[in-house]
């Protein structure tokens, strides 16, 4: 059985940091993409970074470049999102996800979904 487990959510200010991280279980993650969806309160569900297995391709969506950083540890299945300069805004239920293709224009065609990790940026 598949398994996403996120961690590392919490209450920050405004401008400050967070790192987030997803460990997967259950199947190998040899040359799955993976990456991070977010969810706001009365918002969908959107892409916020992706990764490929080989690290070689990266999507961030517009309103993180330059802000966030996904990396990951292929040893480990594990998945890291590097959250800098938070905004209220960014304030959401972060999801991560593997599967599908990452170009650099989004995130596509995921098969599984962690259970969430919820950020909340005050200002």
């Known amino acids: 059985q598949v398994q996403l487990v996120e961690s590392g959510g919490g209450l920050v200010q405004a401008g400050g940091s967070l790192r987030l991280s997803c460990a997967g279980s259950g199947r190998t993650f040899l040359y799955v993409a993976m990456g991070w969806f977010r969810q706001a309160p009365g918002k969908e569900r959107e892409p916020v970074a992706a990764i490929t297995w080989s690290g070689h391709t990266t999507y961030y969506a517009d309103s993180v470049k330059g802000r966030f950083t996904i990396s990951r540890d292929n040893a480990k299945n594990t998945v890291h999102l590097q959250m800098n300069s938070l905004k209220p805004d960014d304030t959401a239920v972060y999801y991560c996800?593997?599967?599908?293709?990452?170009?650099?224009?989004?995130?596509?065609?995921?098969?599984?979904w962690g259970k969430g990790t919820l950020v909340t940026v005050s200002s």
């Open positions: 996800a593997t599967g599908g293709v990452v170009t650099d224009s989004g995130y596509y065609g995921m098969d599984f």
